[in-house]
Nanobody
Framework: QVQLVESGGGLVQAGESLRLSCAAS????????MGWYRQAPGKQRELVAT???????KYADSVKGRFTISRDKAKNTVSLQMNSLKPEDTAVYHC???????????????WGQGTLVTVSS
């Protein structure tokens, strides 16, 4: 199974930047989509950004133009560069991957524990 470890969260002021990273380890045949979701207090988890194995990206409207997702396929890592942060970006950010464990096409997914991002006004 794939395990995910996130890093890079913290406390910043509005307008500042943070970079989140997530490393995937463990047995797998291939990793398909990688992405970031976030959950603010009292709210449901929501998609922030995803990137496919081919490099196609998708962003939530609320972060378009401010956040950039990237991945290193050789290292099985995904990063989220967050610029111009706003107080409403405050949340626990979770890494998520979809992977094929054995190469038969039966996909599984894995979640990281989450890293807290706090943006003060």
């Amino acid at each position: 199974q794939v395990q995910l470890v996130e890093s890079g969260g913290g406390l910043v002021q509005a307008g500042e930047s943070l970079r989140l990273s997530c490393a995937a380890s463990g047995s797998h045949f291939s990793i398909n989509d990688m992405g970031w979701y976030r959950q603010a207090p009292g709210k449901q988890r929501e998609l922030v950004a995803t990137i496919s194995s081919g490099g196609s990206t998708k962003y939530a409207d609320s972060v378009k133009g401010r956040f950039t997702i990237s991945r290193d396929k050789a290292k099985n890592t995904v990063s989220l560069q967050m610029n111009s942060l706003k107080p409403e970006d405050t949340a626990v950010y979770h890494c998520h991957v979809v992977y094929d464990p054995l190469g038969y096409g039966d996909l599984l997914d894995a979640w990281g524990q989450g890293t807290l991002v706090t943006v003060s006004s």
